[in-house]
C-alpha cells in the first residue's frame, strides 16, 4: 500500500512539474517571441474592419486634440449651459485595430451609439511610412497632445527626459488663462510627474509654486486609478479638465505582447472599456450634468509591436480619438 501511495505521489509531482514547465514555456514563447501574423497587411485589415471615418493615410496628427480641447473651452456655452468639462479618458499603448474588437458595454460603443466621432490619429511626429521623429513611447504621446506640438518644441523625444516649464501643457496654460478653474491628471506611471527625470517634474513644481490648482494625482495600479477617476467625476466639484490615463494595454501588451491575436492584450482592452463606459456614465450621472457642457474623449498615446513600442511601424505610429463632438 505504501509503495502504492508513493507512485501516485511520484505521478502527481511529475505532472506538476510537466504542468509548470509548459506553462513557463508558454509564457516564455509569449513574452518574447513577436507573432509573425502581425503583418503590415493584417494590421490593415482590422484597421479598416474597426470603423474609422479616415484612413491610415488621412491620419490626423494626434496635436490636433490640443486644438479641439482649447476650442471647446474658448467656444461660446450652448443655451441652457452654465459651464465647460472636458474629460480625456486614456488606453496607455492600445492599438488602433483593436478597436475593431469593441463591443456593448463599453466606452467607445457607447459614444458611438450617441453620435460620437471615431478617427484614426498619428503620433511619432509625422505620419506613417516616414521615419518617426520621436518616440511612440507614453511621455512623448501625451505630451504632444497636451502642448499641442511636436518634440522639435517640447523636446521630449523619449522618455525619461524633463520638459521645461514652456510650452506649458492646456491644464496649465488654461487656468493662468483664466479659462478654466482647475485640472486633475490622474495615473498609475511615476514617469510623469514623479520621478526625478519624469516628463511634467518642473512643470508640477511651477504650478505649486505658482498656486495653479493642477491636481498631480499618482495611483498605485490601473484598478486604483480608476477609482480616483470615479472620486474625481463624482465630486460636486469636478475639475473641469480631468485626464484620466489607464495602463491595461500597455501591460498587457510589454508583459504578453501587443498583438491583434493575443488574448491578454485584448483582455486589457475590454477592461480599459469597461472603465472607460463606468467614467462615462458617472459623468452622466451628475446632478449638474444638464448645465454642463462636456467634450468626452477616448484616445491612446501609441501602439506596439512585440513586447514594445517606440519605434517607426504602423503598429506603433497609429491611434485614435474617439469624442462625442465632430471632428472639425
Not at 501625451?142 to 522618455?159: E, R
Not at 514652456?166 to 493662468?176: A, Q, V, W
Not at 485640472?183 to 520621478?195: P, R, S
Not at 472599456?273 to 446632478?287: C, F, Q, V
Request: charged share 25%.
Amino acid at each position: 500500500m505504501k509503495n502504492k501511495k508513493k507512485i501516485i505521489l511520484s505521478v502527481v509531482s511529475v505532472v506538476v512539474i510537466l504542468g509548470i514547465i509548459a506553462g513557463s514555456l508558454a509564457l516564455y514563447f509569449t513574452r518574447y517571441f513577436k507573432d509573425k501574423n502581425d503583418t503590415e497587411e493584417f494590421y490593415r485589415q482590422n484597421v479598416a474592419s474597426a470603423g474609422y471615418e479616415n484612413t491610415i493615410e488621412t491620419a490626423y496628427p494626434f496635436t490636433d486634440v490640443y486644438g479641439i480641447i482649447s476650442e471647446h473651452f474658448r467656444s461660446a456655452l450652448p443655451e441652457g449651459k452654465t459651464e465647460k468639462k472636458v474629460a480625456v479618458i486614456g488606453y496607455d499603448g492600445c492599438r488602433a485595430d483593436i478597436v475593431a474588437e469593441r463591443q456593448d458595454g463599453g466606452a467607445i460603443n457607447y459614444l458611438l451609439s450617441g453620435g460620437a466621432s471615431i478617427n484614426l490619429t498619428y503620433c511619432g511626429g509625422v505620419n506613417y511610412p516616414a521615419e518617426n521623429t520621436q518616440a511612440t513611447s507614453t511621455a512623448p504621446g501625451w505630451c504632444s497632445m497636451l502642448t499641442g506640438v511636436w518634440a522639435d518644441i517640447h523636446g521630449i523625444t523619449g522618455n525619461g527626459i524633463t520638459k521645461t516649464v514652456e510650452p506649458k501643457t492646456l491644464m496649465t496654460s488654461l487656468i493662468e488663462e483664466d479659462v478654466i478653474d482647475d485640472a486633475a491628471f490622474i495615473t498609475k506611471w511615476k514617469g510623469h510627474f514623479t520621478n526625478d527625470n519624469s516628463t511634467y517634474k518642473d512643470e508640477k513644481a511651477y504650478c505649486e509654486e505658482n498656486g495653479i490648482d493642477v491636481e498631480f494625482d499618482l495611483r498605485k495600479n490601473t484598478e486604483e486609478v480608476h477609482t480616483g477617476a470615479m472620486e474625481e467625476i463624482t465630486s460636486a466639484d469636478c475639475a473641469d479638465f480631468v485626464l484620466i490615463i489607464y495602463e491595461s494595454t500597455d501591460s498587457a501588451g510589454h508583459n504578453f505582447g501587443f498583438s491583434f491575436n493575443n488574448p491578454v492584450y485584448k483582455d486589457g482592452f475590454r477592461t480599459q472599456e469597461e472603465y472607460g463606459y463606468e467614467a462615462i456614465k458617472a459623468i452622466e450621472a451628475r446632478e449638474t450634468y444638464e448645465t454642463e457642457d462636456w467634450l468626452i474623449i477616448v484616445t491612446s498615446d501609441h501602439g506596439g509591436i512585440g513586447t514594445g513600442h517606440g519605434g517607426a511601424s504602423v503598429q506603433e505610429r497609429m491611434n485614435f480619438v474617439v469624442m462625442n463632438k465632430e471632428w472639425n
